[in-house]
């Protein structure tokens, strides 16, 4: 069974910045090097979950829209651990963050986007992220 940990939420002010980490064990995919994707997804009271970040094997990066230029997702396969970095920090971030990690073959658009949940079979359970104005 793969297991992911997250770390690394926290209260923080807006404008300030926060560095999630996922680690990965266990299970048939014993690496990241392993799986097509890993990344995040976060959701907020009351609200959907959404997409946030996501990184292919070849690290090749996807971001959602809304953090774009503000967080980065990056991976050590070496330690099998992925983060995301969160910069300029904003109320509306404020949200559980999952991480999430899939052996698809997840493709722009389509059946198997990256950007949609239910193509990330692994989940970790969840870290808190709170955003005060």
């Known amino acids: 069974q793969v297991r992911l940990v997250e770390s690394g939420g926290g209260l923080v002010q807006a404008g300030d910045s926060l560095r999630l980490s996922c680690a990965a064990s266990g299970g048939s995919i014993s690496t990241f090097v392993d799986t097509f994707a890993t990344g995040w997804f976060r959701q907020a009271p009351g609200l959907e979950r959404e997409f946030v970040a996501t990184?292919?094997?070849?690290?090749?990066?996807y971001l959602a829209d809304s953090v774009k230029g503000r967080f980065t997702i990056s991976r050590d396969n070496a330690e099998n651990t992925v983060y995301l970095q969160m910069n300029n920090l904003k109320p509306e971030d404020t949200a559980v963050y999952y991480c999430?990690?899939?052996?698809?073959?997840?493709?722009?658009?389509?059946?198997?986007?990256?950007?949609?949940?239910?193509?990330?079979?692994?989940w970790g359970q969840g870290t808190q992220v709170t955003v005060s104005s």
């Open positions: 999430t990690a899939s052996d698809l073959a997840l493709t722009i658009g389509g059946v198997l986007d990256y950007a949609l949940g239910k193509n990330y079979p692994y």
């Open positions: 990184i292919s094997r070849n690290e090749k990066t």
